[in-house]
Structures are given as structure tokens and as C-alpha cells.
């Protein structure tokens, strides 16, 4: 099983530039989400999805976007990149609510720099 | 809104000895998930344990086991005869059993940087 698939797992990008990080599980899971993770401050999350075409805010939502067009798929969309948003990434997913132990399976994470 | 707090920074043990790291949560809810995750080195996460809130009986997983307080709404973790793999970053998390909105996501502590001298 490949799992949760983050793609790229190092980018360095310039102030202003936009971008995609990628993010594609095999699972058959509805709820998948995007976390950051700073030193000292654990993973706050982004964006979630509790499936197809549902999306909502997290912690720290400015400066993302995201979609959810189909069910194995949730792309991370930085706008306008800011050095506040250099970090590493983390996207998760698990079964729905109703189901399973609650686990969330992770990707390797995305390691991001803005200069 | 729940809230998870680790309250140790960084930890140290010596090999085959025993550590416990801690954590503590906030939540009005009866009904949840707690978790601790591994963070190595290499970035990825792993999950060491799980804990069902309604389960009275401890989890246990190999060399890690837990003492979940649901009444102190404390949920440590123990790891015995610690081996220099245990090196790692770990996180405490929450998580709702509920079913609407935003109680699906999963709430973080700060983590623990655990080291192990040999």
C-alpha cells in the first residue's frame, strides 16, 4: 500500500511566488486534512475535508487554499508565499467519522522554504 | 475548545531504562480518542498507541503502555527498556468521537524530544 503520497518533499520558493503541494491517499478515506509543523508548536492544522467537495478551516488557514474533487486527492495551495510560511507539512487522512479507530495516517511531509 | 499539553520539553533516559513522558488535556466531552506519536528523525509520523476514553483498561503495546487518568484527563506514556531507536520527537494527541464539523481533527501537544544515552 503507498498510502499517503505528499509530493514535493523539499521546495524552496521566493516571497510572492504561489505553489502546490500535492497530497494523494489510497486508503478509500473521507477525511483527510493538511498540518504545519513549526519547532516548539507541534502541528496546527490548515485545512480539512470530511470528503468530496467538503472543506473547512482549521487553526491557521491564511494564506491556503484548498479543494477536494475527489475522494483521494487534497492539494495544498499557497497563494502568495511569506516567510512566516516556511515549515514542514504534513498531510493526514482516516476514515470517516463513523468508523475506525480514529487513526490518522500521515505522509512524509513536505519540507518548505520562502525566502 | 480541548487542549493538549506536554509539559516536558525534552526528556533523557539511559538505555534499558524506564521513562515516562506526560500529557494532560482539557475537554467536556465524555467520549474521545488519545494517541501518542513518534516522530524520528526522518520526519515521518508513527503511531505508537492508542486509547479509546470509554475503555477503563490501559493500552498497552509491546515496551509502551500508557496510564490514561480519564478523571485527572492525564494520559502518559511509558517506555521500557528504552532502546536508542526511542530516540524521537513524541506527540500527544486528542481526538472527538463525535461526529460533527471540526471535532474529527486532531488536536496536538507541543511534543516531547526524547533522548537516549547508551
Known amino acids: 500500500n503507498a498510502g499517503v503520497t505528499q509530493t514535493p518533499k523539499f521546495q524552496v520558493l521566493k516571497t510572492g511566488q504561489s505553489m502546490t503541494l500535492q497530497c494523494a491517499q489510497d486508503m478509500n478515506h473521507e477525511y483527510m486534512s493538511w498540518y504545519r509543523q513549526d519547532p516548539g508548536m507541534g502541528l496546527r492544522l490548515i485545512h480539512y475535508?470530511?470528503?468530496?467537495?467538503?472543506?473547512d478551516q482549521g487553526e491557521v488557514p491564511n494564506g491556503y487554499n484548498v479543494s477536494r474533487s475527489t475522494t483521494e486527492d487534497f492539494p495544498l495551495r499557497l497563494l502568495s508565499a511569506a516567510p512566516s510560511q516556511t515549515s514542514v507539512y504534513f498531510c493526514?487522512?482516516?476514515?470517516?467519522?463513523?468508523?475506525?479507530?480514529?487513526?490518522?495516517?500521515f505522509g512524509e511531509g513536505s519540507r518548505l522554504t520562502v525566502l | 475548545a480541548q487542549t493538549v499539553t506536554q509539559s516536558q520539553p525534552e526528556m533523557s533516559v539511559q538505555e534499558a531504562e524506564t521513562v515516562t513522558l506526560s500529557c494532560t488535556y482539557d475537554t467536556s466531552e465524555s467520549d474521545y480518542y488519545l494517541f501518542w506519536y513518534k516522530q524520528p528523525p526522518s520526519r515521518q509520523m508513527i503511531l505508537v498507541i492508542r486509547q479509546e476514553a470509554y475503555k477503563q483498561q490501559n493500552a498497552t503495546e509491546n515496551r509502551f503502555s500508557v496510564n490514561f487518568q480519564k478523571a485527572a484527563k492525564s494520559f502518559s506514556l511509558k517506555i521500557s527498556d528504552s532502546q536508542l531507536g526511542d530516540a524521537a520527537m513524541y506527540f500527544c494527541a486528542y481526538r472527538s468521537a463525535g461526529s460533527g464539523g471540526s471535532q474529527g481533527n486532531l488536536i496536538f501537544g507541543k511534543g516531547t524530544k526524547l533522548s537516549v544515552k547508551p
Open positions: 475535508s470530511v470528503g468530496a467537495g467538503i472543506t
Open positions: 493526514a487522512s482516516s476514515f470517516d467519522l463513523f468508523k475506525g479507530s480514529r487513526e490518522l495516517f
